[in-house]
């Protein structure tokens, strides 16, 4: 949950006439998408900052489902109309709900996310662009205590149903920020405290022999490339994950697993 200093915009759940009027398979209204599946719809729906428009249900999904207050009421479907209104291939466990995006946080805001937490750790992705990869990061993040995901507002995946569904709930956890320039979000991060340690294998250091404490923003490049040159320049210190010659790396959203796994165990507060 978001804390103070965050530039949302206070949420409404009103439910507009047209969208209840609309049938299940007209297209989404202006910016609206749909989420799905059983992580990511009950996600939002327990997020006071998520617009909900719709919620559509087959009778068995429906009867573990409980609305909040002013929220959408279900509307019952079956299997096909929901396979039908989603993109293919897309696993709906029988559950999908029509949404506006979530209210933005800017990278400006992360020192007010992170107040209470001189050990707070972000994760900076540059360049990653599987939508897939970016939800598990999420996941990921939201599993380790990552307070905020941060990434270029360009040459990124969209915040859409199938990055949800990557992130089983987490995208409504953990905020997704958009950076205008990536170089810039780091030094700001630095001003607000922080450590940039960027992951490259080819680092003279492993990660656990780093000794960095305090504030970390954890910096990944983009599958197959890595970092690029500036965002590896901006970054304080880089270390590598210690891997056998059996792989040449590991996929993006598993060496953020592992990374954030490291930094989480160096902190009491950071594990369960």
Known sequence: MLELGMRRRPPTRRRSAAASRAHPGAPPPGDALWLWGRHPVA???????????????????????????????????DRDTLGRLLPEGAVHQGLAALARPLPEVA??????????????????????QDPHNVGAVLRSAAAFGGRAVILPRDHAPDATGVLAKAASGAL??????????????LNRLKDDG?????????????????ATDGRIALVLGAEGTGLRRLTRETCD??????????????????AAAVALYELAARTPRGMP
């Open 237 to 254: 210190l880089l270390a590598r994950i210690p891997i056998t010659s059996a792989v040449e790396s590991l996929n993006l959203s598993n």
């Open 172 to 185: 409504e956890r953990v905020p997704l920020i958009r950076a205008t320039n990536l170089a810039r979000a």
């Open 194 to 210: 922080f450590w940039c340690l960027g992951l490259d294998g080819r680092a003279e250091r492993t990660l656990g022999e780093t």
């Open 43 to 77: 996600a939002a729906l327990a997020n006071p900052e998520r617009r909900l428009l719709r919620l559509l249900a087959t009778p068995e999904a429906a009867r573990d489902l409980i609305p909040p207050a002013g929220g959408p009421e279900p509307e019952p479907v």
């Open 107 to 128: 990278v400006e805001d992360v020192a007010g996310l992170c107040q209470d937490d001189p050990a707070a750790r972000v994760v900076v992705l540059d360049r990653a």
